[in-house]
């Protein structure tokens, strides 16, 4: 069974920095590209990052372009999303979720998510 | 970006009801549609890949239809545990983006 564990959501300042982790089971974690996904309250889902199955290649949303940065451990099964410069507009709970594979970015299992909120 | 606009944004049903829900984008973006169900606390999940297509394990009262801007997602009998939000989301280009959502509620 796939199963996506989020950890690391936290109260942060404005300005502040955090690091998100997603631990990862019942697939074959280096064979897959992993997502970080967003959904802010009364806002639709938005998604935040990317990155290959071997780490090769990352995006990002422009919304978080140059304050988050995206990695793995292909040796521990996590995915790990730091985020930097944080913003009220930051606030969110984030997801990971397991790309599946075929032609374009589709998201086929996700975790329950972490809840990040930057207030003062 | 691609938008993506649901309708609607929400509605009532009873358990037993047809339920459609419909997602159009702003361009063209083939069959590149996938439909997800959003439930607080749980993990979301993918009902429907390439439009049409029935994810592993989701029941066959799940269908999806469409293609080029025009997509729906059908409950053919709406059970107690389809009350839901359920979200569409384009993986045609670059950034993906998602619907704002249409949550189905109990009447």
């Known amino acids: 069974e796939v199963q996506l564990v989020e950890s690391g959501g936290a109260v942060v300042q404005p300005g502040g920095s955090l690091r998100l982790s997603c631990a990862a089971s019942g697939f074959s974690f280096d064979d897959y590209s992993m997502h970080w996904i967003r959904q802010s309250p009364g806002k639709p889902l938005e998604w935040v990052s990317f990155?290959?199955?071997?780490?090769?290649?990352?995006d990002y949303a422009d919304s978080v372009k140059g304050r988050f940065t995206i990695s793995r451990d292909n040796s521990k099964n996590s995915l790990h999303l730091e985020m930097k410069s944080l913003s009220t507009e930051d606030t969110a709970l984030y997801y990971c979720?397991?790309?599946?594979?075929?032609?374009?970015?589709?998201?086929?299992?996700w975790g329950q998510g972490t809840l990040v909120t930057v207030s003062s | 970006d691609i938008q993506m606009t649901q309708s609607p944004s929400s509605l009532s049903a009873f358990v037993g009801d047809r339920v459609t829900v419909t997602c159009r984008a702003s361009q063209t973006i083939s069959s590149y549609l996938n439909w997800y169900q959003l439930k607080p606390g749980s993990a979301p999940k993918l009902l429907i890949y390439a439009a049409s297509s029935l994810h592993s394990g989701v029941p066959s009262r799940f269908s999806g239809s469409g293609s080029g801007t025009h997509f729906t997602l059908t409950i053919s009998s709406l059970q107690p545990e389809d009350f839901a939000s359920y979200y569409c989301q384009q993986s045609y280009s670059s950034p993906v983006t998602f619907g704002q959502g249409t949550k189905v509620e109990i009447k």
């Open positions: 979720a397991k790309d599946d594979g075929r032609d374009g970015n589709n998201f086929d299992y």
């Open positions: 990155i290959t199955w071997g780490g090769s290649r990352t």
